[in-house]
């Protein structure tokens, strides 16, 4: 795959999401994050411009400091991002594995104390945070206008640990 001209060898698919594909690729000396813009349907999210709106989310996002992957390249064309690599497990794998330690919450409340004085919701499904030596990074550039029924303590945490909620969606989506 390339991003304005420059080849990326896909190692792998790392999720699809509402909006795209993220690949794990490489230049041949380091590994980053191609996500690839899709135009599928989903029923319950309504889009305009994908990548505008990826953009002017992570500008947005990092304006008010939510840790989160450096965009490096935007191949408007293509609709491809190219991000920083964040190497660890996601915050799903931990809740699967029970590895969830209480600091993960102390850094998603902090997170949402930065977020909510801007009016602002990001998506707080688990498999949009990753853990590197023990820091919380939120590999998603997506956020919309703050409602209290979409915020982390009326949402997110449904799925922060293993709730029937998380274990219906573990069941929907392992083909079991």
């Known amino acids: ?33 191609l996500k690839q813009i899709h135009h599928e349907l989903c029923s319950y999210y309504q889009f305009g411009n994908k990548i505008e709106a990826e953009i002017n989310d992570h500008n947005k996002l990092s304006g008010i400091g939510i840790k989160m992957p450096r965009m490096i390249d935007v191949d408007i064309e293509n609709e491809r991002i190219l991000k920083e690599y964040i190497e660890g497990d996601t915050i799903y794998e931990r809740v699967l594995s029970d590895k969830m330690i209480p600091e993960y919450f102390k850094q998603i409340k902090a997170m949402c104390d930065l977020l909510y004085p801007a009016k602002i919701n990001i998506d707080y499904f688990p498999t949009n945070f990753v853990v590197c030596n023990d820091e919380l990074t939120y590999i998603d550039y997506e956020c919309n206008e703050y409602s209290e029924e979409w915020n982390f303590e009326n949402w997110g945490i449904k799925y922060w640990s293993k709730t029937p909620e998380l274990l219906d969606y573990v069941k929907k989506h392992s083909g079991s």
């Open 1 to 33: 795959m390339k991003v304005n001209g420059r080849e990326f060898t896909v190692i792998k698919l790392l999720g699809k999401g509402k909006g795209g594909y993220s690949y794990l690729v490489t230049d041949g000396a380091e590994n980053f994050v």
